[in-house]
Nanobody, 124 residues
Framework: QLQASGGGLVQAGGSLRLSCAAS????????AAWFRQAPGKEREFVAS????????DYAGSVKDRFTISRDNAKNTVYLQLNSLKPEDTAAYYC???????????????????WGQGTQVTVSS
């Protein structure tokens, strides 16, 4: 029900925009987040956003470089990736939670729906 897209190969310093489109139900009242997982590493939190876009949270490693946003009319969440670094290389996953919260959790266990992942590869 969540379809992530927009990944690709980009040089260091470049940009990408990831999209996460929901289908089958409206996710406009759900909190949403992006996680990533590099080969041989654990999944890590990247960014989250409340259903109303009033609050966003970022991992320290991506703050000021990545921006999460959403368009509830399109049932889609975005992640803008700027100033990409080789260490940003990973599979990126979107997630959504039915829980309403002022501050969505950074824990993957808090989320109920997951997309299939889109690969981001940053070359040096």
């Amino acid at each position: 029900q969540l379809q992530a897209s927009g990944g690709g190969l980009v040089q260091a310093g470049g940009s990408l925009r990831l999209s996460c489109a929901a289908s089958g139900r409206s996710f406009s009242s759900y909190a949403a987040a992006w996680f990533r997982q590099a080969p041989g590493k654990e999944r890590e939190f990247v960014a989250s956003i409340t259903w109303s876009s009033t609050s966003a949270d970022y991992a320290g490693s991506v703050k000021d470089r990545f921006t999460i946003s959403r368009d509830n009319a399109k049932n889609t969440v975005y992640l803008q990736l700027n100033s990409l670094k080789p260490e940003d290389t990973a599979a990126y996953y979107c997630a959504a939670s039915i829980r309403a919260a002022r501050a969505p959790s950074r824990s993957g266990a808090w989320y109920d729906y997951w997309g299939q992942g889109t690969q981001v590869t940053v070359s040096s």
